[in-house]
């Protein structure tokens, strides 16, 4: 997935980043924990600014470089935090048969917001997901974790008005 | 479910139905049966068991010879035969470390099967991964899971606590002097992370990218240490491998597939779910008997298998007995066990831009034959579906198609082209509508769709023009016989192709094509 530098201001508290910390801590001497640490500190803020990787990179000694290196690898690392209601669509082939992208594009539309970014108020971001792994259900689409399956492209308006 | 599915009449059982009459559920077989957060109810179904016999009764390189002898084959994709691999990594036990590591990381669409052993047996997976881990000399273990599978780590966490509490992961299980740990590591949604190099430097805590073999895995693995990688699917066969025997095992399937192989059964088809059926079954049988065939009563057009590395399969090869290198044959792959059905109203050549989008959105960027070459396999492609192909771009697709699949450095860029060749070769003519005609039979591709108003059938009610976004439905000055209004009519120069018109038609008087 194509990623886009972070565009939002950063604000960090002190408990996070205590929390971060400790996160860090617990991880130290342990072989490959880059991976459960960024998990982790995505965990604390919702998202892993250039800020929480400075702070990563400080206390393991690995490079800020590579540390975005891996950041910006993975999909499930966001550079971005997710707008208020998250909205995913699954694009996976038995999704995609039966239409799911066209789902997509209708709740962009609807919505305002292009796939794979947040609107403006951060209300909402849109984006398209991998395999859900619920292909029995295809077409299928998430909005923070709550699963709406078998989908019409006309089911798009109720759903959204859950969401105000 | 279907009518068909559950047949008519009364039941007596479950395994009656036509859905599950000729499934053999034995990586399965636990799943949907027994609680899968009670480690009492996995040992009650003879869990542990396995472990038990191999711990007391057997040499390590027994247990390797058990499971070369059942001839199963690694489920992930490649179908490499599992005791090989084991074997190549079993020299030099208890002088070296060795890592025994489980690929749950199922990253191909539409395939879900490993989630589902994970969510429903996740102590199957445990158990043969320790066994795995006597056989070579190892003490720790890895399960690598994708983190969109939230509830198969709850359910692997709770099952790793409860084995070790039972002493069945730890020091000194079953009273031997083995000892087995395990650790479970999360994806975070790379597919090449499915590749067992890749997955290795996730573990490690890089960038998930593969690095050229060899060295294998079985010599210099995770950490540099000699580790052996396995699907979720294969290790939920090794405990049955070793309580029935290998003869058992060997006895179900084909002469070069053995077991069963658990499919992913969805797309266009009545019941959706997973099948496990022995090798050898025919796709007619999968789709038609198991799957109660296509709704709404449209034509089956083709079945994908392999997700992004596999093919798709035409009707003419239905009958074709499904294992590892029949599926090869027919320029498909058997890859995790996803199968996609699809009807007449898919485009098959939508359908191979979809993949190569996937794979180009996943290529990790480190040979230069996959991140370049598949990105200039779909701008072919996109040149096609948008009505400016040529025919000559059927000569480059595959000329290109065919470099990506000898260069790339890994498995995701040697199969990246499979969806391109597979439907050229069966749906040339596809291809060839979409370029010489400039029409998408399916009338998928938006840009290549045309939408009409068949004037004798319009009542000039106007409903069209008043849903259409663009404005370009016009009233024309013919009347049809017996109409009272004048036709519509859309001028083609504005259409977005939107279909608005043809949803808000009652008279069935628009025609896509």
Redesign the interface.
């Known amino acids: ?2 990623k886009k530098l972070t565009t939002v201001e950063f604000h960090g508290t002190k408990e996070q980043e205590e929390k971060l910390l400790a996160v860090i801590a617990k991880h130290e001497g342990e ?6 640490i ?2 982790e500190a995505q965990e604390i803020y919702g998202y892993l600014p250039i800020e929480v990787q400075k702070i990563i990179a400080a206390k393991t000694g690995v490079s800020v470089e ?1 540390i975005f ?2 950041a910006s ?5 966001k550079l971005n935090p997710d707008g208020k209601y998250a909205i995913s669509v699954c ?4 999704c ?3 239409g799911s992208g066209d789902v997509l594009d209708e709740i962009s539309k609807q919505l305002n917001v292009p796939i794979g970014s947040t609107s403006a108020d951060g209300k909402y971001s849109v984006e398209a ?8 259900l ?1 077409p299928v689409m998430t909005v923070n974790g709550e699963v709406y399956g078998k989908l019409e492209k006309k089911d798009v308006k109720d759903i959204l008005a859950k969401y105000v | 479910m279907s009518e068909k599915a559950c047949g008519t009449g009364v039941q007596t059982s479950l395994n009656d139905t036509v859905f599950y009459k000729t499934q053999r559920r034995l990586a399965l077989r636990n799943c949907g049966i027994i609680d899968p957060e009670s480690i009492d109810e996995y040992i009650a179904m003879d869990g542990y068991k396995a472990l038990g016999k191999v711990l007391t009764e057997m040499t390590p390189d027994g247990v390797i010879d058990e499971i070369l002898k059942s001839g199963l084959r690694g489920r992930g994709g490649a179908g490499f035969p599992t005791g090989m691999k084991w074997k190549f990594a079993s020299g030099n036990r208890g002088n070296v470390q060795k890592y025994v590591c489980c690929n749950a990381d ?7 099967m490993d ?1 589902s052993v994970l969510e429903g047996d996740p102590h199957a997976v445990i158990e043969a991964m320790a066994i795995a881990a006597y056989a070579i000399g190892s003490d720790q273990g890895y399960i690598y899971v994708r ?3 939230p509830i198969a780590v709850k359910r692997l966490q709770i099952a790793i606590e409860q084995a070790k509490k039972y002493g069945l992961l730890g020091k000194n299980i079953f009273g031997t002097d083995f000892n087995f740990d395990l650790s479970i ?7 090449v992370c499915g590749e067992e190099t890749a997955l290795m430097t ?7 990218e593969p690095r050229p073999r060899p060295p294998f895995p079985a010599i210099k693995g995770l ?1 540099g240490k000699p580790t052996i990688l396995n699907n979720v699917e294969t290790y939920a066969n090794i405990p049955q491998i070793i309580l029935n025997g290998a003869d058992w095992f060997a006895s179900i399937g084909t002469e070069k597939s053995k077991g069963t192989k658990v499919f ?1 059964l ?3 088809i009545k019941n ?2 997973l099948v496990e059926v022995p090798m050898g079954t025919t796709l007619r049988h999968i789709i038609e008997e198991i799957g109660g065939g296509i709704p709404n009563g449209k034509k089956f057009k083709a079945a ?1 298998t392999g ?1 992004p590395s596999g093919g798709c399969i035409p009707a003419s090869h239905i009958d074709t007995p499904i294992d590892y290198d029949n599926l090869l044959a027919i320029g498909s792959m058997m890859g995790s066990g ?1 199968l ?1 059905v ?1 009807d007449e109203d ?1 485009c098959m050549v939508d ?1 191979a831009r ?2 190569l989008d996937f794979t180009v ?1 996943e290529s ?1 960027g480190k040979c230069t034959p996959c991140r370049v070459g598949t990105k200039r396999l779909m701008e072919i492609l996109d040149k096609i579906i948008s009505g400016n192909g040529e025919m000559e771009d059927l000569d480059r697709l595959e000329e290109l198609a065919n470099y990506i699949k000898s260069a790339s450095l890994c498995g995701l860029g040697q199969t990246a082209p499979n969806p391109v060749l597979s439907t050229m070769r069966y749906f040339r003519d596809e291809y060839i509508a979409h370029i010489v005609d400039k029409k998408c039979p399916a009338g998928v591709c938006k840009k290549l769709v045309r939408y009409e108003i068949d004037p004798e059938k319009c009542i000039g009610c106007g409903m069209c023009a008043k849903n259409c976004p663009a404005s370009t439905i016009v009233r024309t000055n013919y009347t049809a016989p017996g109409h009272k209004l004048a036709s519509m009519e859309i001028k083609q120069e504005n259409c977005v192709k939107c279909g608005a018109c043809m949803t808000n038609c009652k008279f069935n008087a628009i025609t896509k094509g």
Do not use: H, W
């Open positions: 997935m194509k072989k490959g924990a880059m991976m459960p960024l998990q590579e290196g891996v690898f993975y999909s499930q690392f694009l996976g082939t038995a995609y048969v039966k997901t991998r395999c859900l792994g619920a292909c029995g295809a | 199922e990253g191909d669409p539409g395939a879900f989630r983190a969109e599978y590591r999360l994806g975070a949604g790379a597919f996730s573990i490690e805590g890089n960038r998930g950490f992913a969805g797309g266009k959706t779910g994908q997700g996803g996609i699809m898919n359908i979809f993949f959105d990790c």
